[in-house]
Every structure is written in C-alpha cells, then in structure tokens.
Nanobody
C-alpha cells in the first residue's frame, strides 16, 4: 500500500519561513511528477497548484509564489520539499502533496496519491 505523508506545517509570522516535506512510502515501482497544492479557508475555494517537480527535477511554480518558494526533490528518498520564504497572510492554507505513482501490480501506469495535508498559518 502506498502512502503520501506531509510534515513541517505550523504557525509563522509574516516575512518568516517554513519548510514542508512530503514522503511517499510503500510498494512503489516508480514516481513521476510530484506537486504541492494548497486550499485556503472557505468552502468554495478549490485546491490551487503551488509548485510541481518532475522526476528529472524540473520545477514549475505558480505566479503567486515564484521567487519566494522553492520546490526540491530527493529521488533516493521518494521525498519532495517546499521551502517557503517571505511568507504572507495570503499563504495561509492547508498544503497538500500529490504524487503520480506507479505500483508493480498495475503495469506501470501512474495513479494519483494525495497526502492528508499540512496546515500553514501566517499570522502576527
């Protein structure tokens, strides 16, 4: 069974920094793209793509976080990170990790796995 688990959330003041981690574990054949999404408070808000990274370590960023957030990946550990600097009030959200993972029993076709989310609160 595959699990995706985030860690590292918390409370930080505006202008501060936090680093999130996301590790995939289980019977994994291959991991393709991994990404961070976030969902701000409010029932109508959808999950917003924050950053993604391929297995070749090519990153992409949402315009709102470019220059402040850095996504990185350790393929040996099946883990990605999100270094968040100069945090703003609008960054307050639950941050979710998503991974496209192939398991041995499904012929190598990737499926999406989501973590349970990590709360990031930016407040003075």
């Amino acid at each position: 069974q595959v699990q995706v688990v985030e860690s590292g959330g918390g409370l930080v003041q505006p202008g501060g920094s936090l680093k999130l981690s996301c590790a995939a574990t289980g019977n994994i054949f291959r991991i393709y793209d991994m990404a961070w999404y976030r969902q701000a408070p409010g029932k109508q808000r959808e999950r917003e793509l924050v950053a993604s990274i391929t297995s070749f370590l090519d990153p992409t960023y949402a315009h709102s976080v470019k220059g402040r957030f850095t996504i990185s990946r350790d393929n040996a550990k099946n883990t990605i990170y999100l270094q968040m600097n100069n945090l703003k009030y609008d960054d307050t959200s639950v941050y979710y990790c998503k991974a496209a993972i192939a398991i041995p029993s499904n012929g190598g076709a990737p499926q999406e796995y989501w973590g349970q989310g990590a709360q990031v609160t930016v407040s003075s």
